[in-house]
């Protein structure tokens, strides 16, 4: 089992930055890819970024590409995700989920522990 716990969420006006963490329990992070989500109200939950089990390989939705990162760090069982140039259209809840794979995935389904989200709110 694996618990995850997301903190960073806040508001910020457009333009501006943000960077959620998001901390796994367990001594085996490093053996999962992990992955943020986001859901908007009465949307579904849609990919934001993904990375593999050693941070070497990332992947990002289109609509992020180029304004956030995601990174991790197995010592500290943390995993990162900057948002830089942030829009209104960023608002949401941010979900930390991970996979038990090596790989990332883009797909919801593929992953087996979720966090309990945070808000992330863009004033324009």
């Known amino acids: 089992q694996v618990q995850l716990v997301e903190s960073g969420g806040g508001l910020v006006q457009a333009g501006g930055s943000l960077r959620l963490s998001c901390t796994a329990s367990?001594?085996?992070?490093?053996?999962?890819?992990m992955g943020w989500f986001r859901q908007a109200p009465g949307k579904e939950r849609d990919f934001v970024a993904a990375v593999n089990w050693s941070g070497a390989n990332s992947y990002y939705a289109d609509s992020v590409k180029g304004r956030f990162t995601i990174s991790r760090d197995n010592a500290k069982n943390t995993v990162y995700l900057q948002m830089n140039s942030l829009k209104p259209e960023d608002t949401a809840v941010y979900y930390c989920?991970?996979?038990?794979?090596?790989?990332?995935?883009?797909?919801?389904?593929?992953?087996?522990?979720w966090g309990q989200g945070t808000q992330v709110t863009v004033s324009s």
């Open positions: 989920a991970a996979r038990e794979r090596y790989s990332g995935s883009t797909r919801v389904a593929d992953y087996d522990y």
């Open positions: 367990g001594r085996t992070f490093s053996s999962y890819a």
